[in-house]
């Protein structure tokens, strides 16, 4: 077993490109547009989030300038509704909501559980074509009025009040569920019946168990939030009463069922990037990671317990005091295995033979602003004190370092880790270590202040706000700025590498799942042969394949781009 | 495109792929039960807050025609499950009469609908459109009301697009099953429709005493 | 692993007639007051009475009753989402002390 990086075939200069592989398998856009490749699809993915992410990113900006002075220059309040509701739309149900799942679960879980393609080909790329409808509906509505509801569309005032283009929105939304049900349902029965010989429930790499959990969820709750805009637009568009006070409705009916998917929704949203992490430190510990079943059990327990919690978003509504003592109880409750998953992790990372490459960078700041926006997650389970922060910049704060510190950084690291898998290049790693750092400080400079300005009441949606406020807000919009720039760099350099990057070879970490033992970019059909696995997951120290000598060795560094 | 029968490429075994085929399906029923069961939680709520109106609003529909209906689906879901027992046993024939009579049962259904949408119309009964349900009532009473009624379309309507839908598979299924597709080996299609089928059967038979027999003494 | 088992065709129409005599009974218990014995006694039969009828769909005409476990988990875990969705969020209505 050689120890030198310039026996590792990986690392060898000279490296080629497989000949055939799923990205020359066949050419012209209809290929592409009626792909049923898994992998082709992923990419089609990417692309269409990243477009939603910047219209969520542009309305962003808006807000950070506007609110650069007390009473805000930039837009008039009524315009001001409309860019927090627009990038809330935008970010969480056409970016956050499909990114892991539909760019990094379905190019990997086929790969990584043996199997040639999903279940279902066609209904994956169905849903692809399910989500540019939705999102073309929320558009539309974007650009003939906007959208001024927030994007929790409380009642009565989206269904009835609103003057801004709220039907065509509730359509989008409605119809681009229909995409994330799919695509869950798609996961769900891969990961049942797809999985190669050999392949058992718990020999299965943690992001898979972590996208069966959010797959629970895609199944269970998003039916919930279709029906609920469904009738919602009908009480707009007929003028019926379910959600109407005047008409003997009830808007906490709305905020019930809204929630009742929307809560789960943020473990949707966090899950996936859980199960990233879960790939990624044991990697560059070189070590497997520490409780596997208890990171597999918690990811299942998050999906489950975390049905249970939603009226925590309403509190502060008039529901019945023993409402808000149960919800507040089992919304502590799911913090736990949360909680489990980051003691595991930083369990793996003891006595590690660590390397901090791009995607452990990422790695780690998740863990830590992960913290951060779980344990501010507990103050705001804690009635006591939700009723001073809730509905202020402590919200807005806590939710988006579990956003952006957790699920973004989940997903750029992702995208990193496996990017020599989806494009058989690598990225520039020196100028990948800048974007990530600038991206964390960018983060904390945009996103801490806002804890203080929540603490001292500053109130979320407001277009104003008292002048002793300024200093936050002017930090918060320069660190918004640097993040920006966090996010910029990578676009540039990820799409350069394509083209100019290192050739990667099939395993350039190295790193011990299925899916690095089949060529980087992989053939259509994945596997040359079925894979039969007789190894279990994270087992370094067995896997005489990679090429390490993990026993007592100094840890090799991995091949870099620009070594 | 594939044919009816054939091993789909990303399968290795047929068994895989009917396998497959049925966890699909009776995920996506999961889907469909939260999907209305959504509207039975803003029916349950609305009923709780107001039982008396409710009460008087269910009596203004037909029963007569309610429980015909529901006759006629459950029949429908009889004659959908002797199909698939017809498949499973190899006789081609029956198979194609029984989806037959599916579709036939099934469209009935449909068509009394169409009848109790067009007694509710000229009632002033459909919200949205002239709705009125006792105009010397208050104003509270009419709204009331007019939730019952709300509820009632929106409920009986995404249940009757569900059959629109059933109907139309159906249709697929005769076709193939006229060109002889279905064998004792080979019947998933038949199987699958018939669990969507019977989901929507089960939609109704709570449906029909939730919205028909509220308050009949 | 798929289910092979066929049920006969005698067992479909008995279920059927059994599916009748219950659309049968629950009209008529409807045009009985119930709710003089004990509040609320008519929508509790009439949903004993759907949910025995829907029971009786699923296990045998969608052969839930000879369907792998794995199937009935999905069914039963179906059942138990809209449960708490109905149970939790009726639970803050009824809980509170003002109408």
Avoid at chain 1, 449 to 457: E, K, W
């Amino acid at each position: 077993m050689s120890t030198t990086p310039a026996a590792r075939p990986s690392a060898t200069p000279g490296n080629i490109l497989p000949r055939e592989h799923y990205l020359n398998a066949t050419y012209g856009i209809r290929s592409w547009l009626l792909t049923t490749d898994h992998k082709r699809i992923a990419l089609l993915y990417l692309v269409s989030v990243t477009f939603f992410f910047f219209i969520g990113g542009a309305f962003a900006t808006m807000i950070r300038i506007h609110l650069l002075t007390p009473n805000g220059y930039l837009v008039t309040p009524e315009t001001y509704n409309k860019l927090f509701t627009m990038h809330g739309v935008a970010m969480i149900f056409f970016f956050l909501i499909p990114s892991i799942p539909a760019v990094l679960g379905n190019f990997l879980i086929p790969l990584m559980i043996g199997a040639k393609d999903l279940a279902f080909p066609k209904i994956n790329l169905l849903s692809w074509y399910i989500y540019l409808v939705g999102g073309s509906f929320v558009l539309y509505s974007f650009s003939t009025g906007g959208l001024d509801t927030g994007w929790t569309f409380y009642t009565p005032l989206s269904s009835v009040y609103s003057n801004s283009a709220v039907t065509p929105a509730v359509i989008g939304v409605f119809i681009n569920g229909f995409s994330s049900i799919l695509t869950g349902l798609n996961f769900i029965v891969t990961i049942h019946t797809m999985r190669a010989p050999g392949m058992t429930w718990f020999r299965l790499p943690l992001f898979v168990w972590a996208h069966y959990a959010t797959s629970i969820i895609f199944i269970l709750g998003t039916p919930v939030i279709a029906i609920t805009l469904l009738l919602a637009g009908l009480e707009r568009m007929f003028h019926l009463g379910f959600f109407n006070p005047a008409l003997g409705g009830d808007p906490i009916l709305f905020q019930h069922l809204f929630w009742f998917y929307s809560h789960p929704a943020v473990y949707i949203m966090i899950l996936p990037a859980m199960g990233v992490i879960s790939e990624i430190i044991p990697t560059f510990a070189r070590k497997p990671i520490f409780g596997y079943t208890f990171i597999a059990g918690s990811s299942i327990a998050i999906a489950v317990i975390g049905f249970f919690v939603w009226a925590h978003h309403m509190f502060l509504t008039g529901e019945s005091t023993y409402a808000a003592l149960t919800f507040s109880l089992l919304s502590y409750l799911v913090a736990i295995p949360s909680a489990v998953k980051v003691f595991n992790w930083t369990s793996t990372l003891y006595k590690g033979s660590i390397s901090y490459d791009t995607p452990m960078l990422y790695a780690l700041g998740f863990i830590g602003l992960f913290l951060v926006g779980g344990l501010t997650g507990l103050f705001l389970a804690c009635l006591g004190l939700d009723i001073h922060i809730h509905d202020t910049y402590f919200v807005v704060a806590h939710f988006h370092y579990i956003m952006v510190g957790g699920a973004v950084m989940g997903y750029v690291g992702g995208l990193h880790f496996w990017w020599p898998k989806i494009t058989g290049r690598l990225y520039p790693e020196f100028l990948a270590r800048i974007a990530a750092v600038t991206l964390f400080i960018g983060f904390n400079l945009t996103f801490f202040p806002q804890f203080i300005l929540g603490y001292l009441g500053m109130p979320r949606r407001y277009h104003s706000y008292p002048p002793e406020f300024q200093v936050f807000n002017v930090m918060s919009t320069a660190g918004a700025s640097i993040l920006a720039l966090g996010y910029l760099l990578p676009m540039i350099y990820l799409v350069w590498s394509m083209r100019y990057g290192q050739v990667a070879g099939r395993n350039p970490w190295p790193a011990t799942g299925l899916e690095w033992q089949t060529d980087s970019p992989p053939l259509t059909e994945n596997f040359d042969v079925t894979p039969e696995v007789t190894w279990e997951a994270y087992d370094f120290e067995n896997r005489p394949d990679l090429g390490l000598d993990v026993k007592g060795a100094p840890s090799l560094a991995p091949a870099h781009g620009d070594d | 495109m594939h044919r009816t029968g054939e091993l789909f490429g990303q399968f290795e075994t047929m068994d895989q792929q009917r396998e497959s085929a049925s966890l699909g399906m009776w995920v996506f029923l999961t889907t469909e039960v939260l999907f209305f069961g959504g509207m039975f939680m803003t029916y349950t709520l609305n009923r709780s807050t107001y039982p008396e109106i409710f009460g008087e609003a269910s009596r203004s529909i037909n029963l007569t025609l309610g429980a015909f209906n529901t006759v006629v689906l459950i029949g429908s879901s009889l004659t959908m499950a002797m199909s698939v027992w017809a498949a499973s046993v190899g006789k081609k024939q029956l198979v194609t009469m029984f989806l037959i009579l599916t579709l036939i049962l099934g469209s009935i259904f449909l068509g009394v609908k169409g009848i109790e949408y067009h007694e509710k119309f000229v009632e002033h009964h459909v919200p949205g459109l002239n709705f009125s349900f006792e105009p010397g009532a208050s104003v509270a009473t009419n709204a009331h009301a007019q939730l019952f009624f709300s509820l009632y379309f929106a409920m009986t309507g995404l249940h009757a697009v569900h059959m629109i839908v059933g109907a139309g598979l159906l249709i697929w299924l005769i076709k193939e099953s006229m060109r002889g597709r279905f064998t004792a080996e080979y019947n998933t299609p038949v199987e699958m429709v018939g669990l969507y089928w019977h989901f929507v059967d089960i939609v109704w038979i709570f449906l029909f005493p939730l919205l028909y027999l509220i308050d009949r003494h | 692993m798929s289910e092979h088992h066929i049920v006969s065709p005698k067992l479909y129409v008995g279920i059927f007639a059994a599916l009748m005599v219950c659309t049968f009974l629950t009209v008529a218990a409807a045009k009985v007051d119930l709710n003089q014995y004990f509040s609320g006694l008519n929508i509790i039969v009439a949903l004993v009475i759907a949910t025995f009828k829907a029971s009786l769909v699923v296990l045998f005409f969608m052969h839930g009753k000879y369907s792998a476990k794995r199937t009935q988990l999905v069914i039963i875990c179906s059942v138990f989402w809209l449960a708490i969705m109905l149970f939790m969020t009726m639970s803050d209505y009824i809980s509170r002390p003002w109408s």
